[in-house]
């Protein structure tokens, strides 16, 4: 069973940068997809990035593509997500999640059996 725990959010100013980390301290992330998504208030649950088990591979929603970042380091059991140039639409809850689905163009809509509690992004003047 996976405890994912996000940190890292918090409140920025347009332009500025913030790192995501989700760590699973319970189980080892080194064979799972690993998903970041956010929700704003009012708004549906949105993809933002998702990265292979073996961090070879990844794709990003088009709304963070060049700003954003995921990396992991399994020997961390710890997934990233270096995020640049924030703009006050990038504010909302983040998630990161789990699967054991390999195929990442399967995991932009959903499809993870795990997932954290999320940590709040605020970007605003």
């Known amino acids: 069973q996976l405890q994912l725990v996000e940190s890292g959010g918090g409140s920025v100013q347009p332009e500025g940068s913030l790192r995501l980390s989700c760590v699973n301290s319970?189980?080892?992330?080194?064979?799972?997809?690993m998903g970041w998504f956010r929700q704003a208030p009012g708004k549906a649950r949105e993809f933002v990035a998702v990265?292979?088990?073996?961090?070879?591979?990844?794709s990003y929603a088009e709304s963070v593509k060049g700003r954003f970042t995921i990396s992991r380091d399994n020997h961390k059991n710890t997934v990233y997500l270096q995020m640049n140039s924030l703009k006050p639409d990038d504010t909302g809850v983040y998630y990161c999640?789990?699967?054991?689905?390999?195929?990442?163009?399967?995991?932009?809509?959903?499809?993870?059996?795990?997932w954290g509690q999320g940590t709040q992004v605020t970007v605003s003047s």
């Open positions: 990265i292979s088990w073996s961090g070879g591979s990844y």
């Open positions: 999640a789990a699967s054991t689905e390999r195929a990442l163009s399967r995991l932009t809509t959903g499809g993870y059996e795990y």
């Open positions: 319970a189980y080892t992330l080194d064979y799972y997809t």
